[in-house]
């Protein structure tokens, strides 16, 4: 029998958690043995007995929970100083941000301890319950409304009232992916006009389902990868985008950006210029700002005047609303657990010929898994 452990957060503006008390009754029906550090919950107004009564062992020394697990679930990969105090057999499962963690994930291979990284789970219909990307993502998009919404000097909706009538506030929607339609849905929900634009011709049908209008931009051929994300545009295509879609921007209320290049940096698309032209108090949020931003001007945490027009950039959106975002999260953890439980053993069983793990496994046991992170890593150190 192994020992899942969970530890509390340690980024300062980070209030999600990994585990909520209904994760502990089914991880525990199962005879799992859940080790949770002492105030995991706190963020969420979830009290340490509310675990203890659902069948987990709470722990208030974090390192005792570091060195006794096995399994070691998170949301933000543990650093390194943690990560010295575990096992070296042990597995964590977390955002490891593989692209942007190459010396750490060198060292977890050199030191003998494996990570399975959330975010390289494939994007497949079996593994949409385990997608926490997807879960985060969403939630990302309903924050980025919400944002907007309590920062735009206007209304969304339109009103006709004996005072006069107010048009809809126009919200444009750049990069339909899961953000970005989640961001559509809520402003169409809150009586927005919306309109989007994405790469991704395929996704035109589903805005229009969303009740949005797609922006139609003829940039040549764009495509997709096998997992279903953009391809890279050339810097001739993201001339023609950024320039087909100034006016649509210079009209908007509100622009939310959302457009991400699956382990590249997220193309620029949005410069002064253009925001020079939008109306003075007119509202950005910019979902890419802490990964180098799709709006000239954004800064990554903070929110920014940009020309007269507020930038935000704050990220971490999911946290705002932690509660549901914990709970999709700890809901996504607890699918992929069950996945490869094994009932005899009590304990979770990493089948290496498994296509899940041979992409979301990063390191395992002293080597590399992940053929794209391998073959970074291999090239990098020749
Ligand atoms: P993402 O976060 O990588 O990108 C967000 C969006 O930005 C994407 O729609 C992308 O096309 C768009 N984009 C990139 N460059 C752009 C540009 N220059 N201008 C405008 N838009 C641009 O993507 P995501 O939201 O994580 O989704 C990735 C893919 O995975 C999508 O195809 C989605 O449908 C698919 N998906 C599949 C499943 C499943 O089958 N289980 C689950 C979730 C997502």
């Known amino acids: 029998m192994s020992i899942i452990g969970f530890v509390k957060e340690q980024l300062e503006n980070e209030r999600r958690c990994s585990i909520l008390p209904l994760n502990v009754k089914a991880y525990v029906k199962l005879g799992a043995t859940i080790l949770v550090e002492s105030g995991i919950g706190t963020s969420v107004n979830i009290d340490d007995s509310e675990y203890i009564d659902a069948g987990a062992t709470i722990e208030t020394d974090r390192a005792c929970v570091l060195a006794k697990a096995d399994f070691l679930m998170s949301i933000h990969a543990l650093s390194k100083a943690d990560l010295e105090k575990t096992k070296t057999t042990v597995c964590c499962i977390s955002f490891l941000d593989p692209f942007n963690a190459l010396e750490h994930i060198k060292w977890l291979q050199e030191s003998g301890r494996s990570a399975l990284s959330v975010e390289m789970i494939p994007r497949s219909s079996r593994c949409q319950k385990m997608d926490a990307l997807s879960s985060q993502a969403s939630l990302a998009g309903y924050v980025m409304v919400a944002k907007a919404m309590s920062t735009l000097p206007r209304i969304f909706p339109m009103m006709m009232t004996p005072a006069g009538t107010l048009k809809p506030a126009k919200v444009f929607v750049i990069g339909a992916g899961v953000a970005g339609l989640q961001a559509i849905a809520t402003a169409k929900r809150l009586g927005a006009a919306v309109i989007a634009y994405d790469t991704r011709e395929v996704v035109a049908e589903q805005v229009r389902s969303l009740g949005g209008k797609f922006l139609a931009i003829d940039i040549g051929e764009t495509g997709q990868t096998d997992q279903g994300y953009a391809k890279a545009l050339t810097p001739e295509q993201i001339e023609i985008q950024q320039q087909a879609q100034a006016d649509c921007i210079a009209s908007s209320d509100v622009v939310i950006t959302t457009a991400q290049l699956f382990g590249r940096k997220p193309p620029l698309l949005i410069k002064k210029d253009v925001i020079a032209k939008m109306k003075p108090g007119s509202v950005i949020v910019d979902m890419a700002a802490e990964n ?91």
């Open 292 to 382: 180098g931003g799709n709006v000239e001007g954004s800064v990554s945490g903070s929110v920014v005047t940009v020309e007269g027009v507020t930038v935000i950039g704050t990220g971490n959106w999911a946290s705002e609303v932690a509660l549901d975002a914990s709970q999709m999260y700890a809901n996504n953890l607890q699918a992929l657990l069950l996945e490869f439980w094994d009932a005899e053993a009590k304990t979770i069983s990493l089948n290496l010929e498994d296509d899940i793990l041979q992409t979301a496994l990063i390191t395992h046991h002293g080597e590399l898994i992940n053929p794209t992170i391998k073959a970074l890593l291999t090239q990098e150190s020749v």
